[in-house]
T-cell receptor
Framework: NAGVMQNPRHLVRRRGQEARLRCSPM?????VYWYRQLPEEGLKFMVY????????ESGMPKERFSAEFPKEGPSILRIQQVVRGDSAAYFC???????????????FGNGTRLTVT | AQTVTQSQPEMSVQEAETVTLSCTYD???????LFWYKQPPSRQMILVIR??????QNATENRFSVNFQKAAKSFSLKISDSQLGDTAMYFC????????????FGKGTKLSVKP
């Protein structure tokens, strides 16, 4: 039973390029969450999606960042025109129902480490 | 606003001994859940233990147990019989019942288990 799959594991981009991070949730999970972890910090919530819908994007920067979770395929976190400050580990998590329920703790992927040079 | 504070950036313990990691939180919510996650060098986030705020009994998972003091808003993690594989970052996290997925993490405690 595969867990949450994220790829790539490592991604290097030059300033100004685009970064696309992919996340396939656990089988049977329809809720996806993206978190960002800066060095020496805990994870910070970015966005919560269900299939084809953004439910909560209160943690997303207003510009350059976008996320989608299409009907078919993985969830994508897209960062346009990357800057050095975007360098971080980006984690995806999934749950079968909304994570406000005690019965659905988040299952995390191994993260994508983005390095902007 | 909800906050989670881990006051110990780093700790170390001898193999087979017991260690306690502290966590405090601040919230005005009455319905919430608390978690401890482990992040080994592989970077994977692993759920260690969870506690529902409405339960008075402290959660236990094998060698891991919590001391949940609701009035003091304290949620410490005790690791008994520490093993080398317990070496990792440990994050305390909080979510309230009406949240839409915003799990709030502390900054973490780096635990080193020494042989």
């Amino acid at each position: 039973n595969a867990g949450v799959m994220q790829n790539p594991r490592h991604l290097v981009r030059r300033r100004g390029q685009e970064a696309r991070l992919r996340c396939s949730p656990m089988k049977g999970h329809s809720h996806v969450y993206w978190y960002r972890q800066l060095p020496e910090e805990g994870l910070k919530f970015m966005v919560y999606l269900q299939k084809e819908n953004i439910i909560d994007e209160s943690g997303m920067p207003k510009e350059r960042f976008s996320a989608e979770f299409p009907k078919e395929g993985p969830s994508i976190l897209r960062i346009q025109q990357v800057v050095r400050g975007d360098s971080a580990a980006y984690f995806c998590a999934s749950s079968p129902v909304g994570s406000g329920s005690s019965h659905s703790p988040l299952h995390f992927g191994n993260g994508t480490r983005l390095t902007v040079t | 606003a909800q906050t989670v504070t881990q006051s110990q950036p780093e700790m170390s313990v001898q193999e087979a001994e017991t260690v306690t990691l502290s966590c405090t939180y601040d919230t005005s919510e009455s319905n919430y859940y608390l978690f401890w996650y482990k992040q080994p060098p592989s970077r994977q986030m692993i759920l260690v233990i969870r506690q529902e705020a409405y339960k008075q009994q402290n959660a236990t998972e094998n060698r891991f147990s919590v001391n949940f003091q609701k009035a003091a808003k304290s949620f410490s993690l005790k690791i008994s019989d520490s093993q080398l594989g317990d070496t990792a970052m440990y994050f305390c996290a909080f979510i309230y019942g009406g949240s839409q997925g915003n799990l709030i993490f502390g900054k973490g405690t780096k635990l080193s288990v020494k042989p």
